[in-house]
């Protein structure tokens, strides 16, 4: 059974940084087609960023140069690493896993219906 447990987020001020992780059992982010989400109340979940099985990535135009999306093979833990943080950045921030059947998974995706796993989600707030 997959699990995925986000950790990290919180208040910051704008410009400040934060990093949030997401420990998965069950579930190897090595091989694995994986992503950052974010959902605000009102919007639509929102692809952040995306990481691949041969470490490719991807991002949201409204975070390129601030937030890096990173994997940890010896914790098998994901990163997302925010920095420049915006008032328009507060969110609930959830990690999601696309199920790799025992291969490795190529192609990064920031769609949320390519993915099969989800977090519980961390809150992040972010004062002007």
């Known amino acids: 059974q997959v699990q995925l447990v986000e950790s990290g987020g919180g208040s910051v001020p704008a410009g400040g940084s934060l990093r949030l992780s997401c420990a998965a059992s069950g579930y190897t982010f090595d091989r694995g087609c994986t992503g950052w989400f974010r959902q605000a109340p009102g919007k639509e979940r929102e692809g952040v960023a995306a990481?691949?099985?041969?470490?490719?990535?991807t991002y949201a135009d409204s975070v390129k140069g601030r937030f890096a999306i990173s994997k940890d093979y010896a914790k098998n833990t994901l990163y997302l690493q925010m920095s420049s943080l915006k008032p328009e950045d507060n969110a609930m921030y959830y990690c999601?896993?696309?199920?790799?059947?025992?291969?490795?998974?190529?192609?990064?995706?920031?769609?949320?219906?390519?993915?099969?796993?989800w977090g519980q989600g961390t809150q992040v707030t972010v004062s002007s």
């Open positions: 990481i691949d099985g041969g470490d490719r990535t």
């Open positions: 999601a896993a696309r199920t790799t059947f025992g291969g490795r998974c190529f192609g990064t995706n920031r769609d949320p219906y390519y993915y099969n796993f």
